[in-house]
């Protein structure tokens, strides 16, 4: 045998083995079933996540993720930033950390909060992997098999597979310009004390709402407190998009209002970068030790490395100022996608004009399913999230998520394009079966915007008019800016 060195072991070389993995049979799906726990059977997978590789694709436009803009990200300050903590804290980066997460980080969430208007205990704070596994660990500690959610409806589509994974049994409010209808709420709660059940938490994501962007009212904030503290309930606050306000004045967070009866959940995604992978709950001091014991069991920590960058950013200078020109950024992404669904789209579709988030919820005419929509629209090369990954009971068929944030304004314009002429084509041949005559759009250059308010984030049959959906545009012409 030669001396020299040897190029790496090829597993599938000389074996007689194919590199490639073996495609899935319908034997070996009846060889391991036996070994699946009964909660695989109502698992669901992530609507966005089964569409994330399409943005690793250059020739699709993906319109489907809430992705914000990482490129805004200065790379010589993510340099500067890994070089300190390469020098100043190499080891303790590279070790384990606390369960709770380092005080440091405790310290920059406080600082987000406060920019909320909220004052928090770093005591009451756990640092986690992401938002997503906040809202993972507050269904770990507190639903069993067949109990309770109260979400809106629509919802966050990557809550509902997280909520079916403890086999909970969601049963969802309908949403209107204001957000949640809490009369309706009331409604729902007493007919589950009824029959018996009590809610172990109700979920609500108050500020700009994914996916329906539309935000919570104040008076609702104050009522849906109000409601939660008089029957002892937990209201988790999905809050992750809060900073990210393009108009209008902010609101209190439902936490500011109430921190006896709510959780709060964020994450340093949407204001920082989503690779870091670092959220955050807060929540009342005996929930707090179920979710860190909850969060021993599944990750021991969250990535030391993440949170000392995140200290690092921190201490170098005004985080803030990242966010105020994110603002900028966005805020023209969403006027361009307005302008373009004003000018691609058909006059039978509505959406939504959200003060601020990532997103816009869009209701084509009924008789359009967007999941079968999706399949078109990605022989064009452009993805969106259909509606029904929203809802729990099949509703949402004719809506779909759309995101302004995460890719440039050229691209939104030829994107909103795509998706209008399949949708134009669906109308068309509607038209042809059915004989039914599509409705004229106005002339781009009269001058006219219309809004009303309108059924798209799925209201109850028969509600009134007034209650429902406002800010959804009905074709209206080019938008005219002022200012």
Not at 284 to 310: E, R, T, W
């Amino acid at each position: 045998m030669s001396g020299g060195s040897q190029p790496p072991l090829d597993p599938g070389s000389g074996s007689g083995r194919s590199t490639s993995r073996r495609r899935s049979t319908a034997r070996d799906i009846e060889r391991y079933g036996s070994l699946f726990a009964q909660r695989t059977k109502v698992m669901r997978s992530s609507a966005m996540r089964d569409l994330m590789a399409l943005t690793e694709r250059g020739d699709v436009i993906s319109l489907a993720g809430g992705l914000p803009d990482t490129s805004t990200f200065p790379a010589d300050t993510y340099a500067a930033l890994m070089n300190t903590i390469a020098e100043q804290s190499c080891a303790r980066a590279l070790q384990y950390g606390p369960t709770e997460g380092f005080a440091q980080v405790k310290e920059c969430i406080a600082a987000v909060m406060a920019a909320e208007g909220m004052e928090v205990d770093t005591d009451e704070m756990l640092v986690t992997t992401g938002g997503q596994q906040a809202i993972d660990l507050v269904c770990k500690t507190l639903i069993d098999p067949g109990d309770v959610v109260v979400a809106e409806a629509p919802t966050y589509p990557g809550a509902i597979p997280t909520f079916h994974s403890y086999e909970a049994d969601v049963v969802q409010v309908t949403m209107d310009r204001d957000g949640m209808r809490v009369a309706e709420l009331e409604g729902t709660l007493d007919a589950l004390e009824r029959s018996g059940r009590r809610p172990k938490f109700i979920y609500t994501v108050p500020n700009f709402h994914n996916p329906a962007g539309v935000t919570m009212s104040l008076d609702r904030r104050r009522e849906l407190v109000r409601i939660a503290s008089e029957r002892e309930l937990i209201v988790l606050e999905d809050n992750p998009y809060g900073l990210l306000r393009y108009e209008g004045e902010p609101l209190p967070t439902l936490y500011s209002l109430d921190d006896e009866f709510v959780i709060y959940t964020s994450t340093f995604s949407k204001i920082l970068s989503p690779g870091l992978r670092l959220g955050w709950a807060v929540a009342p001091a005996p929930i707090l030790q179920k979710l860190q014991i909850g969060k021993q069991g599944a990750d021991l920590c969250s990535s030391s490395i993440s949170q000392f960058f995140v200290g690092a950013y921190f201490a170098a200078g005004a985080w803030d100022d990242y966010v105020r020109s994110l603002l900028e950024i966005y805020r023209r992404r969403r006027d361009v996608m307005l302008d373009a669904l004003a000018e691609h789209f058909p006059r039978e579709a509505e959406w939504t004009h959200p003060q601020g988030g990532l997103f816009i919820w869009a209701t084509m005419p009924d008789y359009i399913d967007t999941t079968d929509l999706l399949a078109r629209a990605l022989r064009e090369q452009v993805a969106f999230v259909p509606g029904r990954a929203a809802f729990v009971d099949g509703r949402g068929g004719s809506s779909m998520r759309l995101n302004f944030s995460g890719v440039n304004e050229d691209a939104i314009r030829e994107g909103i394009r795509r998706i209008g002429e399949v949708v134009r084509e669906q109308v068309a041949m509607y038209g042809t079966l059915t004989g039914a005559r599509p409705a004229e759009p106005p002339r781009q250059d009269s001058g006219i915007k219309r809004e009303r308010t309108a059924a798209s984030v799925g209201p109850a049959a028969g509600a009134p008019v007034e209650d429902e959906l406002a800010k959804v545009l009905t074709l209206p012409a080019k938008r005219t800016r002022t200012g």
